[in-house]
């Protein structure tokens, strides 16, 4: 478990980030102890000593011919570079904790530790109105969510009603993967794109443990393609609503 969290804090955006600082540092370290040792006709560790007090350089020449000139110039040019690394290195890390990455980032990896210990829940794919609708209602009934959603208004919309999330395309396995397509028991494909859905639902089929799957589509001429595709159920907003219309106008004013 401890590895499977270091191993999602280690494609935290911040830690790629700081990468090329990070490098830069490595790289000025290296060729001042490399240079130093060249110049001073010293050790690596006596030329790493070096760098962390600058006044060995002079006690040195005091003692030993040499460049000594030479050597203080590239000392000071080496140091420059250091601190110029360091503030780099600052500067990113700041600019992502105060940029909101960090949170989100720890916030993502919290969320899918806990779609990874999730079973027998709900994934809803698209949260218009349709699947927000749904999403909502299971909620209510104490049932989990698990909400796939690739628009970034109504990603942040699943998030503020508290659902586990996923943000990704539910068209790739990766994607229904990450929301646990092998531990749910149904798959909702609910966005308002028939033929969308319908991609989903051959995708999701591919699942070691295929979700019973629900499928939207806009008109009736989809519904067979939807099930030969793998859907187990077919819904029609439009024809449910319609549906549910009548019966309330053919109901007694009584």
């Known amino acids: 478990m401890q590895r499977g969290i270091v191993s999602q804090f280690a494609r935290l955006p911040i830690l790629r980030h700081a990468l090329v600082p990070i490098g830069c540092f490595a790289t000025v370290v290296v ?8 110049l001073g006709g010293v050790g690596l560790l006596e030329a790493a000593f ?3 007090d600058l006044t060995s350089i002079e006690l040195h020449f005091q003692d030993h011919a040499g460049p000594e000139r030479a050597t203080k110039v590239y000392a000071i040019v080496v140091t420059v570079g250091l601190v110029l690394s360091g503030l780099w290195i600052g500067e990113t890390v700041v ?3 105060f940029g909101g990455r960090i949170p989100t980032e720890v916030s993502r990896a919290t969320m899918q530790r806990r779609i990874d ?7 809803v794919c698209g949260y218009g109105m349709f699947g927000r609708t749904i999403a909502n209602r299971l909620a209510e ?10 628009d970034e208004d109504n990603a942040k919309r699943a998030r503020e009603d508290g659902h586990l999330f996923v943000e990704g395309d539910a068209r790739q396995s990766q994607t229904l993967r990450a929301a646990g397509v092998d531990r ?3 798959l909702v494909a609910a ?3 028939s033929n969308v859905n319908i991609q989903i639902t051959v995708v999701s089929g591919a699942a070691t443990d295929t979700p019973e799957t629900l499928v939207r589509v806009g008109d009736e001429m989809y519904e067979s393609v939807a099930k030969e595709a793998g859907a187990d ?6 024809v449910v609503s319609g549906e549910r219309v009548t019966r309330l106008l053919e109901q007694s004013p009584d």
């Open 31 to 38: 060729a001042g102890v490399v240079g130093l040792s060249v």
């Open 50 to 52: 070096w760098l962390l």
């Open 184 to 186: 749910a028991t149904k």
């Open 117 to 123: 210990t999730s079973e027998d829940h709900v994934i």
């Open 141 to 150: 009934a104490g049932r989990t969510v698990v909400v796939i959603e690739i």
């Open 233 to 238: 159920e077919v819904i029609i907003p439009e």
């Open 191 to 193: 966005i308002d794109d």
């Open 95 to 97: 600019t992502e904790t």
